[in-house]
Structure formats: C-alpha cells, structure tokens
C-alpha cells in the first residue's frame, strides 16, 4: 500500500536557524496537509495545499512558515527563524486522488520530531 | 468554531471487557467524523468514519447529532487494541479543504 513519507524522522536545530521538513506524499492525491503535535497536547491543524497553492492556514502558520511543492512529488514545510516553542511533531498528510474531494480520509507520514535547542 | 473533546485522557480495560472511548463535538455545519489511531511507534492510521458505518477491528462507532457525539465502542477489547485513539472532526459542508479538527486523544491499556 502506499504510503506518505517524511524526512528526517528528527531534526535538532538551533533557535533561531531555518529549517526544512520534507515529505513525499502518496503519488496520485491532490490535497497536502501539515499538522503539528507539541508533546502531551492535541495534533493541531497548520497548513493545506491544493493545486499549487495554500487553501487553508491555522492562526499558528504564520509569516515564519512557508510551504512549497517544488517539483511533482515532494512538499515541504520551511520554518524561518525557529523558536523553542516550535519543537514538536510535524506529521505530513495527503488524500483526494484524481475525481475525489478533500473530505477522503488522510493519510498521514510517521512525523517528523523538530527539537529545538 | 469546531471543537473536538475526549474527556478520558487514559482508559485501562481488562481483555474481554466492553470498552468504550468518548467522542464529543460541537460544530454548526455538516459534520464528517473520523477515528483514528495510533499504535506504538506507528503513524496515524484511520479506523473508521462515521458515513461508513462499518465496523473495523470489532469497533464501531455511531453518530449521535442530538448529543453530539461520536463514541467510540467495542464489545470485547483485545490486547492488541492497546494504542492511542484520537477522534476527529472535518468541515463537510463549508469552504475548509480538508482540515481536520483533533481531540486530545485517549490512551487505551488493554491488560490481560
């Protein structure tokens, strides 16, 4: 079965430094998604994407993140000048083949685990 | 705005026993209901929605508009079924593509 992959599977960078998570979603789907859990809280909602733009953004996305899908497979997450409270787990998610909607069910990356120093 | 609660933060359960894991929402619009589920060192996975209603694992889950509810049940829990279990809501009738909307999630211990 196909799978959403995510590297690294954990980054530590020093506050104040950018940083770039990466995800391959699965191949035919159409929408792209990030969401964060910070340790012992909820999974949070930051970002969707959808044809070749952001559709949907949480107030937590703010200027210091950016997405991108720069070629036909990979989408990204950019984190500008990262802060301590930015440590958390990043999960990637996609769904929505080619003729289905956004509400298909998402298939979610194994995370990736962002420390912060 | 749309809010996912899942009172129980840990539930232990004996094998064998009912168990049942509680789903509460509050949402103006056209609710889509998800379970989802994350066994140790494993990725989020879906267990079931509520448009599906089927049953996945022996689970099922019925909605419940009245009371804004999606529990989460099963009749006889199995250790395997030992995991975290994390409800969530999305937008099915507005403009949000897609985004869905988590509860903080419940540890479920299965002991034998």
């Known amino acids: 079965e196909p799978e959403v992959t995510q590297t690294p599977s954990h980054q530590v960078t020093q506050m104040g430094q950018e940083v770039i998570l990466r995800c391959v979603p699965i191949?035919?789907?159409?929408?792209f998604y990030w969401y964060r859990q910070i340790l012992g809280q909820k999974v949070e909602f930051l970002v969707s994407?959808?044809?070749?733009?952001?559709?949907?953004k949480s107030e937590i996305f703010d200027d210091q993140f950016s997405v991108e899908r720069p070629d036909g497979s990979n989408f990204t997450l950019k984190i500008r000048s990262t802060k301590l409270e930015d440590s958390a787990m990043y999960f990637c998610?996609?769904?929505?083949?080619?003729?289905?909607?956004?509400?298909?069910?998402?298939?979610f990356g194994d995370g990736t685990r962002l420390s912060i120093l | 705005a749309q809010r996912v609660t899942q009172p129980e933060k840990l539930l232990s359960v004996f094998k064998g026993a009912p168990v049942e894991l509680k789903c509460n929402y509050s949402?103006?619009?056209?609710?889509?209901l998800f379970w989802y589920v994350q066994y140790s060192r494993q990725r989020l996975q879906l267990l079931l929605r509520?448009?599906s209603r089927e049953s996945i694992k022996g689970f099922t889950a019925d909605l419940n508009k009245g009371e804004t509810s999606f529990h989460l049940k099963k009749p006889f829990a199995q250790e395997e079924d030992s995991a975290m279990y994390y409800c969530?809501?999305?937008?099915?009738?507005?403009?949000?593509?897609?985004?869905?909307?988590f509860g903080q999630g419940t540890i479920l211990t299965v002991h034998p």
């Open positions: 969530a809501l999305h937008n099915a009738g507005g403009t949000s593509y897609g985004k869905l909307t």
């Open positions: 994407f959808y044809n070749n733009e952001i559709s949907e």
């Open positions: 191949s035919n789907h159409l929408y």
């Open positions: 949402y103006s619009g056209s609710p889509e």
């Open positions: 998610a996609s769904n929505g083949g080619q003729g289905a909607y956004s509400n298909q069910p998402q298939h």
């Open positions: 509520h448009i």
